[in-house]
């Protein structure tokens, strides 16, 4: 993994030189600061507000690091994706965690974690989603603002009850991942690309692969775990992808042992793409509230046939399938405003 890997997948001639990789680098809001982190690495000149940013980045990086520790002492939370793969970099190299994955072990957890997020930064946004119906899963997502709100990247928290969320139809919620720490980075790529197939793999996920080739591998039992998390189709494409741009090392062995997995995952899908999707359900914020410290789980509230509220530890959401209008937006603050008086 090094500097001309990178001007290979921006597509970009060497001979442009180190500005010329960065300016291509910026269509992608965080491939700046990996890209800073590689010419710092090879002792590029660089100039104040160059290094300023790559500072940031890395505070923003520890900052992560250190949350994401933090919580999973007091909550039970963990992170998965993107944290854990940063973890595979050579060092001084600086792989780009724009979102903070933590998958919690109940909705109790994970809402303990986000009212520790709450009381110790400026957190502006709180969105909250529901995957299924009964039994759900909930999603969280915080967001505060960087140290430069204008040219550095929000913090980005986002929460979970589901590890791994599918595709909502041929491709089920897997809600926990326990794997060895490096199949479970290869299995959150699968997973990522799962939710986006008809996009090619982005070159940040190409380095992460090349991360992981100094990682060891089972081959067998590698791919025997991605086919039980219906993930080898997916893992499968990603391998084929990299290995157009580095040598897989022992991922290769894992490519082979994937292809007997492949017919079956595909019929599985073929079978189960008649099944209704599971929805998502969005909540539309109505009011932030004071943090309410009793509460471990969120309360689902249907005042009116058309009102369907959600009631959280730190806010008060709106659910489909209304639309939020002015007028459901009235019904719905004059329902929490009677509930409010119940209390």
Known sequence: MNTALLYRLLDLDPGAGPAELLHRSRAGRHLPHLVLSALHRDGVRMGGP??????????????????????????????????????????GLLRPVGTLDLVAPDEAALWQAVVRLVTDHPVEHIDVSLLGERPHHTSVTVHWPAEDP?????????????????????????????AEEPVECLIALAEAHLRRPALPPAPLTVLDLAGLTAAPFEPAETAAVLAAYRLAPEAAVLLDHAAAHLPLGPLAAVRDALAPELAPE????????????????????????????????ARLLTPTPDTHLLLTPVADYLLPPTPATPTTRTAALNALHHWDTLC
């Open 266 to 297: 595909h019929r599985r899908r073929t079978a189960a793409a008649p099944a209704r999707r599971l929805p998502t359900r969005r909540g539309t914020l109505l009011r932030r509230t004071v943090i309410r410290h009793t509460w471990d789980t």
């Open 50 to 91: 160059a290094r300023a940013e790559l500072g940031r980045a890395r505070d923003r990086a520890a900052h992560y690091a250190r949350l994401a520790a933090e919580l999973g002492c007091c909550t039970g939370v963990r992170a998965i994706g993107s944290l854990p793969l940063a973890g595979h970099y050579p060092a």
């Open 150 to 178: 204008l040219a550095d990247p929000w913090y980005r928290v986002h929460l979970s009850t589901a590890a791994l969320p599918g595709d909502g139809r041929a491709v089920p919620v897997r809600p926990y991942l326990v």
